[in-house]
């Protein structure tokens, strides 16, 4: 049984070297018109003179100090959960896995939520409570599935993520309760997932934890190949199929926490675009997690731009429009895998 029959994806495209033209292209059309379309439009030649320093000081402004780094950022934490959902679905083989439904994005938000409750602002203290928290989660999360099972069974620890996340939305709520209304405003609205307090600090830490964390993931590629095979397969093959999943089950709850931390709670991404990419033929996990990383981009940047377009000038939480994909797109992945 090859990994694409595994998944439950009959069908790819004859050449995938076209899902990367077609991923490529989406998303430079996606930057442009993100960096293009607001409350103040700017035409492309604007644009461009706008990144180099070139212009109206205000159009300037605009594109360099505001749409440029909330695009990117937006960018990013796409790429990095569409990888991080990429890798949690082949460490514990499964296509329904991914770091929302995991709790590992909600121990991050606990972490930060309650940071922020107690007054931190610092945005790299934030991000270590994040980090935190999805420490937390994950250690959490493996110790149920052992003490259930004797062991970190695939389907224990999907199970026993969904119940570490609904812990963590109930933890969120007390470390809430009695938080000053500025602070619970900005807290709530954060949980929601949004982009559009992004700064060029913020998208240099996500940007750079998907550099190293996802590079390890990718570089690590050949272990998720080989656990797809099977535990009793694996392990002839050499591999510690325990200690692997540990390992790259924690590089990609770190990643998760990553684009928890810069953008907030936003679910779907990383257990979208990962089926998406195998579907277009990324039948190894290499480019696998490369092609979720592209298309991840593209997915976050048009629901950015939907998010702050669709009821203008107020800004829609940006995890409820990915939840407005994610959540039919699961429902029918799930009536195919109980097929």
Known sequence: MNDTSRYGTRHAIPSPWLAWGIGALLLVVVIGLGLSIGAVPIALRDIVDALRGIGDPSTIAIVRDLRAPRVLLAALVGAGLASSGG?????????LAEPYLLGVSGGAAVGAVTAMALGVVQPALVTACAFAGAAIATVVVTAIARVVGGSADTKLLLMAGVVVGAFTNAAILV?????????????????????????????????????????????????????SLGDEPAAALGVNVDRVSR?????????????????????????????????????????????????????????????????????????????????????????????
Request: charged residues 15%.
């Open 175 to 227: 470390a809430l309760a009695d938080a000053p209304p500025e602070r619970l405003r900005g807290a709530l609205f954060w949980m929601m997932g949004s982009a559009a307090d992004a700064t060029w600090p913020a998208v240099a830490r996500c940007g750079g934890a998907l550099l190293l964390l996802g590079g390890v993931l990718v570089w690590r590629a050949r272990d998720l190949d080989v656990l």
């Open 87 to 95: 890798a949690l679905q082949g460490t514990l083989r499964n296509p």
């Open 247 to 339: 390992q790259l089950f924690l590089v990609a709850s770190w990643l998760a926490a990553a684009t928890v931390a810069a953008a907030g709670l936003i679910g779907f991404v990383g257990l979208v675009v990962p089926n998406i990419a195998r579907a277009l033929g990324a039948r190894q996990h290499r480019p696998m997690l490369l092609m979720s990383a592209l298309y991840g981009a593209v997915l976050l940047v048009a629901a950015d731009l939907l998010a702050r377009t669709v009821r203008a000038p107020a800004d829609l939480p940006l995890g409820a429009v990915t939840a407005l994909v994610g959540v039919p797109f699961f429902l029918l992945r799930l009536r195919r895998l109980a097929a």
